[in-house]
């Protein structure tokens, strides 16, 4: 298994550019997400999907975009990149059978900078 | 929303010395997962140790263990006979089932030679 999988791992874009990072987890999870990292802020929930089909907003959505075509993939959309996005992109997935601790598996991460 | 708190930004601990990382976190329900993730300069985030709300008994792995209050909503880290390669950020994390995860603000630990 590979895991989580993210790419690219290095990304800069200029301001009102998009782009797509892509997330990909081959170990059927039906749960994954997105959390960007900023310094002194730890990890903060995007957009996350409880399968398929199925997206719902976490606590920072503005700006971003989601979607879950497939149980593997959930791409990471930005429509319009401003500075305030530089961050680092986490993207992660969990199986969750009830009364588990829903121990969550992350990808490497991308660094993202907009200029 | 639930929030988790951080308070120490570095801590600083001897190799084959004990540091305690605190940690505690604001929520409503009693039933949730206390999680503690190390993320070392590859920025791969990887899982420490877990504690089930509904379980008294501290969580422990090796060298780690957890001091779960749950009356208190505290979660410590305690990390015993520290090594250079725990040096890293240190991320506690609350879960609710059916949630995702709130992480604190991160405490980063440096292990002396």
């Known amino acids: 298994n590979a895991g989580v999988t993210q790419t690219p791992k290095f990304q800069v874009l200029k301001t009102g550019q998009s782009m797509t990072l892509q997330c990909a987890q081959d170990m059927n999870h039906e749960y994954m997400s997105w959390y960007r990292q900023d310094p002194g802020m730890g990890l903060r929930l995007i957009h996350y999907?409880?399968?398929?089909?199925?997206?719902d907003q976490g606590e920072v959505p503005n700006g971003y975009n989601v979607s879950r075509s497939t149980t593997e993939d959930f791409p990471l959309r930005l429509l319009s990149a401003a500075p305030s996005q530089t961050s680092v992109y986490f993207c992660?997935?969990?199986?969750?059978?009830?009364?588990?601790?829903?121990?969550?598996?992350f990808g490497p991460g991308t660094r993202l900078t907009v200029l | 929303a639930q929030t988790v708190t951080q308070s120490q930004p570095e801590m600083s601990v001897q190799e084959a010395e004990t540091v305690t990382l605190s940690c505690t976190y604001d929520?409503?329900?009693?039933?949730?997962?206390l999680f503690w993730y190390k993320q070392p300069p590859s920025r791969q985030m990887i899982l420490v140790i877990r504690?089930?709300?509904?379980?008294?008994q501290n969580a422990t792995e090796n060298r780690f263990s957890v001091n779960f209050q749950k009356a208190a909503k505290s979660f410590s880290l305690k990390i015993s006979d520290s090594q250079l390669g725990d040096a890293a950020m240190y991320f506690c994390a609350y879960r609710e089932a059916g949630n995702m995860l709130t992480f604190g603000g991160g405490t980063r630990l440096m292990v002396k030679p």
């Open positions: 992660a997935s969990s199986y969750q059978p009830p009364g588990t601790s829903l121990e969550q598996f």
């Open positions: 929520t409503s329900e009693s039933d949730y997962y």
């Open positions: 999907s409880v399968g398929a089909g199925i997206t």
């Open positions: 504690q089930e709300a509904y379980k008294q």
